[in-house]
T-cell receptor, first 109, second 113 residues
Framework: RKEVEQDPGPFNVPEGATVAFNCTYS??????FFWYRQDCRKEPKLLMS???SGNEDGRFTAQLNRASQYISLLIRDSKLSDSATYLC??????????FGPGTRLSVLP | GAGVSQTPSNKVTEKGKYVELRCDPI?????LYWYRQSLGQGPEFLIY????????DSGLPNDRFFAVRPEGSVSTLKIQRTERGDSAVYLC???????????FGEGSRLTVL
């Protein structure tokens, strides 16, 4: 089993749609969780950290379920500019950060 | 500059040659990471420095890969006897004080012919 797995995608959704991405991780000792965004042929950039209580940043909501080792990202009212690859990231015993394979989102006009 | 700087941005080399990739992190960031990314995949961890020392080099695929950070700032990733399978984008990131936010450079795209 891979350390971090994500929905394979791609997701093609119309503008204004709500879309959810799922991520599972294998290391039960992981303490830090993040979603990064990567535009085509660009470097990854932090979208948001994921906290145990769940957190929201505008149209973006992240949830963490430690018991199930599951993380989600919900995007409401999708914009064309949301088109990107979304990377789930989990710390590895506080040493390094493991990236998932990413889920590609295309928001269509 | 304000961000992480990586050079060269593109490197084409022949199989068997030696390559060095350089990373200049954000000033004051003590943690530095090297990842590599192949098309359609997520970044794959290679090595992590805390200051001058390699805190975790478990991601280096074999002994052809080596990285240094002699003064705790600039880092160099060295690849000996390059193979076609080494072709990828090599990403460097720095982190400030255990925040978990990695700031990536634009990457060095390595092509081994």
């Amino acid at each position: 089993r891979k350390e971090v797995e994500q929905d394979p995608g791609p997701f093609n959704v119309p503008e204004g749609a709500t879309v959810a991405f799922n991520c599972t991780y294998s290391n039960s000792a992981s303490q830090s969780f993040f979603w990064y965004r990567q535009d085509c042929r660009k470097e990854p950039k932090l979208l948001m950290s994921v906290y145990s209580s769940g957190n929201e940043d505008g149209r973006f909501t992240a949830q963490l379920n430690r018991a199930s080792q599951y993380i989600s990202l919900l995007i409401r009212d999708s914009k064309l500019s949301d088109s990107a690859t979304y990377l789930c990231v989990v710390d590895n015993y506080g040493q390094n950060f493991v990236f998932g394979p990413g889920t590609r989102l295309s928001v269509l006009p | 500059g304000a961000g992480v700087s990586q050079t060269p941005s593109n490197k084409v080399t022949e199989k068997g040659k030696y390559v060095e990739l350089r990373c200049d992190p954000i000033s004051g960031h003590t943690a530095l990471y090297w990842y590599r990314q192949s098309l359609g995949q997520g970044p794959e961890f290679l090595i992590y420095f805390q200051g001058t020392g390699a805190a975790d080099d478990s991601g280096l695929p074999n002994d052809r890969f080596f990285a240094v950070r002699p003064e705790g700032s600039v880092s160099t990733l060295k690849i000996q006897r390059t193979e076609r399978g080494d072709s990828a984008v090599y990403l460097c990131a720095s982190e400030a004080g255990g925040t978990g936010e990695l700031f990536f450079g634009e990457g060095s795209r390595l092509t081994v012919l």
